[in-house]
């Protein structure tokens, strides 16, 4: 199984987006431990979403539509449709 996830940072006050394969909390831990990129900004990253797809293609093409709408209260309306 693919997801497309959606992070919060209570701190950052910010949503990061993105796709992996199942189970989400290997790539949480990734997002949480030192490395380089946006979420290394932060060190609270929760996960508020996740959509499971049948490909990786799938989750991808939905990050990607997430991202393209840029717009903080499209992704707070999908959160309140399906929490995680």
Same mark, same amino acid.
């Given at each position: 199984m693919f997801l497309c996830y959606i992070l919060y940072s209570k701190s950052l006050d910010k949503f990061y987006v993105g796709h992996c394969i199942a189970p989400i909390e290997e790539r949480l831990r990734r997002h949480l431990a030192n490395?380089?990129? &946006?979420t290394a900004k932060a060190k609270d990253?929760?996960?508020?979403?996740?959509?499971? &797809?049948? @490909?990786? *293609?799938? *989750?991808? *093409?939905?990050?990607?539509f997430i991202k393209a709408q840029? @717009?903080?209260?499209?992704?707070? *309306?999908?959160i309140e449709r399906f929490p995680a």
């Open positions: 490395h380089r990129g &946006f990253w929760v996960v508020v979403l996740l959509e499971p &797809f049948d @490909s990786k *293609a799938e *989750a991808y *093409a939905r990050e990607r840029k @717009s903080r209260p499209f992704i707070e *309306a999908l």
